[in-house]
């Protein structure tokens, strides 16, 4: 059996197609065929366009965004148990804020430069 390719529609088309189910004289079956889509498929843009109209956001931008979300919960977790691990570093690895670091210089040549 051969498979069929996938099929994008525009909005437009579905809103236009929505319509005709709710507000037109046919049954949704015959508008569905002649449209060349299935009913769930009618039934499942109409319930998108609800939504959408409940939200104000598109459900292709709404599933970004929560996306978008995750992502940034995953690294928030991420950064906040790396500060957990640094702040158990021994105290040893802490520099204190009076603590002076001292460190040899090679002594000056005769004309007063400072060998590398």
């Known amino acids: 059996?051969?498979?069929?390719?996938?099929?994008?529609h525009t909005r437009e088309f579905k809103?236009?197609?929505v319509r005709l189910?709710?507000?037109g004289d046919k049954t949704k079956a015959k508008v569905a065929r002649e449209l060349g889509v299935r009913v769930n498929?009618?039934?499942?843009?109409r319930l998108d366009f609800e939504e959408e109209e409940r939200n104000g956001v598109p459900k292709q931008e709404l599933a970004t965004a929560e996306q978008d979300l995750g992502t940034l919960?995953?690294?928030n977790a991420k950064l906040r148990e790396e500060n957990e691990i640094?702040?158990?570093r021994p105290s040893?690895?802490?520099r204190?804020?009076?603590?002076?670091?001292?460190?040899?210089?090679?002594?000056?040549?005769?004309?007063?430069?400072?060998?590398?």
């Open 86 to 88: 640094l702040k158990k």
């Open 1 to 8: 059996m051969e498979r069929k390719e996938r099929r994008h």
């Open 21 to 23: 189910a709710a507000v």
């Open 96 to 116: 204190r804020r009076d603590e002076v670091r001292l460190c040899r210089m090679p002594a000056p040549t005769s004309f007063g430069a400072y060998a590398v």
């Open 73 to 75: 919960r995953r690294e």
């Open 15 to 17: 809103l236009e197609a």
């Open 92 to 94: 040893t690895l802490r």
């Open 41 to 45: 498929q009618l039934r499942q843009w």
